[in-house]
């Protein structure tokens, strides 16, 4: 069998606010090359599973895989090391910076020099400065906003904001690139756009954790999905398995989603 090697391998996680269990016994195992997507009703828990995955929240209990090594979700920087680049619901540029320098900020986290090096302009940093300047309009073009590369990110419209996150993340070069809701707040033009470029970036090899409302686009997109309800997994599988779930309709699909 050719079967894609396993890039995150996540097993028993749960996570209580207080009173509130936020996540039981949660799992996901995602295969490189694969567009994976998480959908459920509001308050499901999705937000919060990425976020012990990324780091963000420390879970109560589980175990962390990416790309066959253990990683210890503990801190956002520690994830972005191992090989997880995220994006969030809420946009989060450094609306002051250009569109180049955002993605720049991105590839410093793989530089030798560090952001320090790249501070004080070293001869040494001053040589990888140029490469990370390089790669950085190559992934802005790669989004489709290389001619953007100059603006301020604030003035960029929304979806190209979205688009120069996705770009920032990707120069980390991720094992895994996680992406909170990208389509909020799109029209249907720019989600078009985020449909192509998410197929572009599967065609690159890469994989893609996803986080998404509109269930048609999921359907379309995604080799695999998992259903979450009140913190726990009701169905995983592929779309057409997801489509016709019975638990899956009576928790989700049937509704007003
Ligand atoms: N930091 C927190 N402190 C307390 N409760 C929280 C926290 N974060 C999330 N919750 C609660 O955990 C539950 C799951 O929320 P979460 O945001 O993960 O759901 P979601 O599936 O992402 O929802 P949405 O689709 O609305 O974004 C909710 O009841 C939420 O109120």
Avoid: W
Wanted: hydrophobic share 40%; proline share 4%.
């Amino acid at each position: 069998m050719n079967e894609q090697p396993t890039i995150l391998n996540i097993a028993g996680v749960n996570k209580r606010f207080g009173g509130l269990q936020a996540l039981t016994d949660v799992g996901i195992t995602i295969k490189q090359g694969q567009i994976y997507g998480l959908i459920g009703p509001n308050g499901a828990g999705k937000t919060t599973f990425f976020n012990v995955i990324t780091g963000l929240y420390q879970p109560d209990t589980g175990t962390f895989e990416l790309a066959g090594k253990p990683y210890s979700p503990s801190a956002p920087h520690e994830v972005a090391k191992a090989g997880i680049a995220r994006t969030f619901q809420n946009i989060r540029l450094f609306g002051e910076m250009t569109a180049l320098e955002n993605v720049m900020v991105g590839r410093h986290v793989r530089s030798k020099q560090g952001v320090f090096g790249a501070i004080f302009r070293h001869n040494a940093a001053r040589e990888e400065e140029a490469s990370i300047r390089t790669r950085a309009q190559e992934l802005l073009d790669f989004v489709g906003i290389g001619k953007f590369a100059n603006r301020t990110s604030k003035f960029l419209s929304y979806g190209d904001q979205r688009r120069l996150e996705i770009a920032r993340a990707l120069a980390t070069d991720p094992q895994l690139l996680a992406l909170d809701e990208p389509a909020a707040g799109m029209n249907a033009t720019e989600k078009l756009a985020l449909r192509e470029l998410l197929i572009k970036i599967k065609q690159q090899g890469k994989t893609v954790l996803l986080i998404e409302h509109d269930v048609k686009m999921m359907m379309a997109l995604c080799d695999r999905l998992m259903v979450l309800e009140y913190g726990k997994p009701i169905a995983e599988g592929l779309p057409a398995e997801i489509q016709s779930n019975k638990a899956v309709i009576d928790a989700y699909l049937g509704g007003s989603h």
